[in-house]
């Protein structure tokens, strides 16, 4: 908008240069002196008793400083769900049991990492494995093994919602149509493997620990019950992140046996994962069964929708309670539903855990209600942007109990898609399709089950006499260029430029608590904590530029362009930095300072505001091999104001990439409880010479909770990749599928047997 300086305007990332130019100092890169090499000894049982460890002839190899197991552990429980005591279910160590293949059992402190691993070889420990179960529907049986003894039938959450009267609509309704889904999981492979360096000072009884994470706050929490110790006694600083996607949300087992192994030995101790262990004992995509019922009238309206979820959540909880939450609202969105029933079950299994991956609760379930969206669209004979028109929300719109949406731009990106789809595609190749699929996210959760008492982003601005400012601010900047949005938030605020805000990232012991970056919580949560602190300081430079100007004056003084001067007489002002040094003097020196805090209140049950639009597949089938060709990409896009596009452009595109993947190409390939596929040669990811052009249509609206009316800017767009790919597919040769992971062989057996039915009908 035209009357911002900064705010809309594209701006280069703030640490763009030092990325480029190898200066930016990542968790990875890091040392410090007298520093060891931690390893970890892992379970090859998918379920078993630990009988007995013998660390005898790993402790006489030279240069191996300590070894640990279970019992050398305080035994303290950590989980992200702290609110419920009986979900924080993970320890540093497995003792008693293993429970997926990949669990940690022992850890080594060693003068090198060759050392270390040598030292692991010499760990002898002997396991009685016992019957394990690996898929989610079997787990639930009553004779299933329980991999948590605790749980009945292995369910480790539940989720129920339901509004309206379902039942009565389904009886009012023209249409019915029931699908199944299954849909598998997805690695976050970031480039930056999970590690942790941490330093315990003996003198203090503080610890330190550098890691590679989304939430140093969760680290920090996590960390203080892990090892019984003050939240305060823990200092936690997250340098540069190489890629998170979801997945360094949750404390880790390589942050806390480093600090363990650090207290046990005086010295700091660095573990670094493998790219194999990085595939094999991290968190991934929550892998989904679910079956959608859907109730329509004959011009296409939704009358009812019922849904049945079961995830396999794996051997731990992690924030998989929360993907099953979302993945029961998600599933309904941006269509108004006026009855909707779900019921959603979350399973342990004797697997690496599942957890939040970016889009977290909406990727599958978005699969799953597109492609039937489509399907219902067709045995109408209805168009299919059509069916989602007469559907979409509106400003205002709201599902009882659970969510309400203020800003709203759906309509006008189905309406935008329409006219850029006739112009831009106005004829297509034989076997050539065209695949919608709309999409919506949150821009913060709005639940506290980390059970925190303070503010759900806090930030402090502090102007110098010079006129620069250092901004302080908790939030993870993991690759999404939040650092970049809190700089120019500050700067619009101020009046000032970019280049004159430092930043002060990260740090638990000088920053202010910030829950991380997850669910596009950053631009909006923190956003708001940034501004409120800038907006303190600014107060302040009007006061004083108001008694310079003279007791009299009433007009609104605008701090704009480095100058604070009267908004109808704009030549009477004065230098922001004149204003600055006036302030600073006229109160004895003490520094200028705004604190901001920011927790959503009263905005329904999930978040405060929701970004969405409308995507757009154009791919091509070969109907000998399977293999199908992306060729375009169109994405309508509603994310309030945009506050950089040149950082919105790239998330988007960076997601739309995600989304693409996994409908066409990645699938974590299991082998009882083994991932058989656990390095970038077997696991496919698309590379940047396959990705399709994309092009990025802007619909701008203002949300009144976001900083200058902005929400989420990206993540919602990795939600509807796969199914406008599956949508496209079918289009362009019939075929369907309640799978994810196009692979030619399955194309090519989809395409056959709608041949073998197309026969079967003549």
């Known amino acids: 908008m035209s009357e911002y300086s900064v705010i809309g305007k594209p701006i280069k990332n703030v640490d763009g240069v030092a990325k480029v130019t190898g200066e930016a100092v990542y968790a990875f890169d890091m040392t410090l002196p007298n520093m060891l090499y931690g ?99 079997e787990a639930i049986k009553d004779d299933a093994p329980l991999v948590h003894e605790d749980f009945e039938n292995n369910i480790n959450a ?3 919602i339901e509004w309206g009267n379902v039942d009565e609509a389904f009886k009012a309704a023209d249409y019915i149509r029931e699908d199944r889904f299954t849909l598998s999981s997805q690695h976050h492979a970031p480039m930056e493997v999970h590690n942790a360096l941490a330093s315990y000072d003996k003198g203090t009884g503080r610890l330190t620990v550098w890691a590679s994470t989304q939430s140093p706050y969760f680290l920090q929490l996590g960390l203080a019950d892990a090892l019984k110790m003050r939240e305060g006694d823990i200092r936690v600083i997250k340098p540069h992140v190489g890629g998170g996607f979801g997945g360094k949300n949750s404390t880790m087992p390589e942050s806390v046996n480093a600090a363990l192994l650090s207290k046990k ?64 609202t998600f599933i309904t969105f941006p269509y108004k539903t006026p009855n909707y029933r779900y019921d959603g079950f979350r399973t342990y299994t004797n697997t690496m855990w599942s957890s939040s991956m970016r889009g977290f609760g909406a990727v599958s379930t978005v699969y799953a209600a597109e492609t039937q969206l489509d399907r219902a669209a067709h045995d109408l004979g209805i168009d299919p942007l059509e069916i989602r028109r007469r559907n979409a929300m509106t400003p205002g719109y709201e599902a009882p109990g659970q969510y309400k949406v203020e800003s709203c731009g759906i309509l006008e990106c189905i309406d935008k898609m329409k006219e850029r789809v006739k112009e831009k595609w106005p004829k297509l190749e034989k076997d050539e399709g065209i695949g919608f699929a709309t999409f919506a996210y949150m821009s913060g959760g709005i639940f506290n089950w ?48 970019v280049e004159d805000i430092r930043l002060h990232l990260g740090d638990t012991a000088i920053t202010l608590t910030d829950l991380g970056a997850w669910g596009s919580r ?21 006061s004083v530029a108001r008694m310079k100007l003279g007791e009299n004056i ?107 993947g996994f409908g066409l190409c990645e699938e974590i390939l299991m ?15 698309i590379r940047f010479r396959d990705m399709p052009p994309i092009e990025l249509i802007d619909v701008p609206t203002y949300d009144p909770e976001g900083p200058f009316g902005a929400k989420e800017a990206a993540e919602a767009t990795a939600s509807p990749g796969a199914a406008a790919l599956a949508n496209a597919v079918y289009h362009a040769v019939g075929a369907e599928f309640d799978t994810n992971v196009l692979r030619p062989e399955k194309v090519l057996k989809a395409i056959r047997e709608k041949e073998k039915k197309d026969r079967a009908g003549k």
């Not at 400012?469 to 938030?489: E, K, P, R, W, Y």
């Not at 909006?524 to 602190?533: S, T, V």
């Open 450 to 497: 980390i059970d925190t008492p303070y503010a759900f982003s806090g930030a402090m601005v502090k102007v110098n006499i010079d006129g620069t400012v250092d901004l302080f601010t908790q939030a993870s900047d993991i690759g999404q260029g939040s650092n970049t949005v809190a700089a120019m938030i500050c700067a619009e605020v101020l009046g000032i430029d």
């Open 39 to 137: 390893k970890l000894l892992r379970s090859p049982h998918p379920h078993a008793k630990i009988i007995s460890i013998d660390t005898t002839e790993a402790q006489k190899l030279p240069g191996v400083k300590a070894i640990i197991t279970g019992k050398d552990t305080p035994g303290g429980k950590w989980g992200l769900w702290r609110r419920y005591p009986e979900l924080c279910d993970q320890t540093a160590l497995a003792t008693e049991k293993v429970r997926y293949i990949g669990e940690p059992v022992a850890a080594v402190a060693a003068t090198s990492i060759d050392i270390a691993e040598r030292a692991l070889d010499l760990i002898q420990v002997e396991y009685e494995p016992l019957p394990a179960v690996f898929d989610p529907l």
């Open 158 to 160: 539940t989720r129920h």
């Open 265 to 328: 030995t005086g010295r700091p101790v660095k573990i670094v994962y493998n790219r194999e262990e990085e595939f094999i004992a991290t968190e991934h995509r929550t892998a989904m069964n679910l079956a959608i019922k859907i109730g329509l009238k004959k011009d296409g309206t939704i009358l009812a929708k019922e849904v049945k979820i079961i995830t396999d959540g794996g051997a731990y909880t992690g924030l998989g309670a929360t993907t099953l939450y979302l993945a029961g």
């Open 554 to 660: 009433v007009y609104d003084l605008v701090v704009k362009n480095k100058r604070i001067y009267l908004e109808l007489r704009p030549e009477r002002g004065f230098s922001y930095y004149d204003i600055v040094r006036d302030a600073i003097k006229e109160n004895d020196g003490e520094p200028l300072i705004g604190i901001g805090h920011y927790t959503p209140h009263n905005k329904g049950m999930i978040s405060p505001a929701y970004g969405m639009g409308i995507q757009a597949v154009r791919a091509k089938v070969d109907r000998e091999t399977g293999h199908i060709e992306l060729r375009d990409v169109i994405v309508v896009h509603d994310c309030g104001q945009t506050i950089n596009p040149l950082g919105a452009r790239g998330q988007v595109e960076g997601s739309t990439q995600m989304g693409l």
């Open 671 to 685: 082998d009882n409880g083994l991932i058989i596929n656990p390095s970038f040669v077997d696991y496919k990811l």
């Open 522 to 542: 950053e631009t909006l949560m923190n956003g708001n904590a940034i501004k409120a602190a800038a907006e303190e300081v600014k107060k302040k430079l009007i």
